[in-house]
């Protein structure tokens, strides 16, 4: 009796569906991901490749199922920059508020990160 192949799911005993399942689910996470573009298009592609021999009476069947997901979105810090009079470069952080005020749910904001870099390329000259 002859095993007709008529259905996606059913190539490669169920392979395909298998693989595709697997790429649904790493697209619906990318999608809630919070650190990705909600907007962004995500994409599931199945490649079939029938390959037959010469006398046509075999053929080699590749399936390939691969996902575009949406990359990481860039993550964004303003910062104040200045020069302290030893020539140190000082990076700080803006915060959402004033440090040490409360928000509504009464948490304190803290205070902001400060970076020293070392002295100016100006100031190593002299």
Known sequence: MERQMKKLDE???G???E????????VMRNIYDPNTDPEAKRQITIT???EPNESRDVGRYKVE???KIAPMAPITQVCFLRQS?????VATEVTKQVPGQMD???NEQPMPR???FGKSNKEKAN
């Not at 693989?19 to 790493?26: A, I, L, S, W």
């Open 104 to 106: 509504m749910d009464g």
């Open 85 to 89: 009079d030893d020539g140190m470069v």
């Open 65 to 67: 199922v691969k996902s």
């Open 19 to 26: 693989r595709f399942n697997v790429e649904m689910d790493r």
């Open 114 to 116: 400060v970076v020293e």
């Open 48 to 50: 079939i490749t029938i």
């Open 15 to 17: 392979a395909v569906t």
């Open 11 to 13: 190539l490669m005993d």
